[in-house]
């Protein structure tokens, strides 16, 4: 015999038996988090975790989502085209380089698409660039400058936004066309659009509906109009704004860090400056 004590032969299963139970609990803290937040990746995770006073490694999360398949996995959808709405009025990127140190400086729009069982609605939303908010947004089966217009309208009687807005957009006949330019020059916004065929340089809007779709319209399956009208609203109003937290705000929902930052004097407020193209 070798003369081991009878504990070295259950030490090592113990340890691991631990492990298990340990990896067990972070499972389950993961998954009420993706029930209600399907696209956070580890480090929103982190950070989730930071907000409820639970200290946990990176790697330890990335080990347990990995260990037992946390991920989840979505199709990649294609936004379609509008139809032309007669002259085009076109503008030039007025963003890149822009130094933004409040909220109502650059307000970036665009339209997408909600593939239901048996047709098509469309969604157009404004979002504000400093703080990440969705400041208005509109629903309808017409992709038309109509619908823009609805959400740009919204916009405004939420924010009452003083003149001089940049109001940021690609180059879809919606947004070029003379009815919508015209409301835009009406109500004192300065017109930017996107260079031709570079969808980055509005990817702050295009980020949203990224979550949007992979977050709640896929996770969900968004079957009739009426789940859109339900459920929508509660998604942008009540989870993006409110409660979902943003690498790009310090890790805070955008009304929280928008109730922060407004609050200090604009000389301490961060500043956030938009690069060659809008990342």
């Given at each position: 015999m070798m003369k081991l004590s009878r504990s070295s032969y259950h030490h090592e299963p113990r340890r691991e038996i631990e492990q298990t139970k340990r990896d067990l609990e972070l499972k389950e803290m993961?998954?009420?988090i993706q029930f209600r937040f399907p696209g956070y990746g580890?480090?929103?995770?982190?950070h989730h975790l930071l907000r409820e006073g639970i200290r946990i490694n990176s790697k330890r999360i990335r080990r347990v989502v990995k260990k037992f398949e946390l991920h989840t996995s979505f199709k990649k959808a294609v936004?379609?085209?509008?139809?032309?709405?007669?002259?085009?009025?076109?503008?030039?990127?007025?963003?890149?380089?822009t130094k933004i140190t409040s909220k109502n400086q650059v307000w970036a729009t665009d339209i997408t698409y909600i593939k239901l069982v048996r047709e098509y609605v469309y969604l157009a939303a404004i979002i504000d660039v400093y703080t990440r908010k969705i400041v208005g947004w509109a629903i309808s089966r017409e992709m038309s400058h109509k619908l823009c217009l609805e959400a740009l309208k919204i916009a405004l009687a939420k924010e009452n936004p003083p003149r001089g807005v940049i109001h940021h957009s690609d180059r879809g006949t919606q947004y070029s066309c003379e009815d919508y330019v015209?409301?835009?020059?009406?109500?004192?916004?300065?017109i930017s659009m996107s260079r031709l065929a570079t969808p980055?340089?509005?990817?702050?809007?295009e980020s949203f509906f990224k979550t949007l779709k992979r977050e709640e319209v896929l996770q969900k399956k968004y079957q009739t109009m009426k789940d859109?009208?339900?459920?929508?609203?509660?998604?942008?109003d009540e989870i993006y704004?409110?409660?979902?937290?943003?690498?790009?705000?310090?890790?805070?929902?955008p009304t929280e860090f928008e109730a922060e930052v407004m609050n200090l004097k604009p000389a301490k407020r961060p500043v956030q400056k938009i690069w060659g193209f809008a990342v």
């Open positions: 993961i998954e009420k580890y480090r929103r995770l982190r936004r379609g085209k509008g139809q032309a709405l007669g002259k085009k009025l076109l503008f030039k990127n007025l963003i890149r380089g015209d409301f835009l020059n009406e109500h004192g916004f300065k980055e340089d509005n990817a702050f809007i859109v009208v339900t459920q929508l609203p509660n998604f942008i704004n409110t409660e979902r937290l943003h690498s790009a705000l310090g890790y805070k929902p």
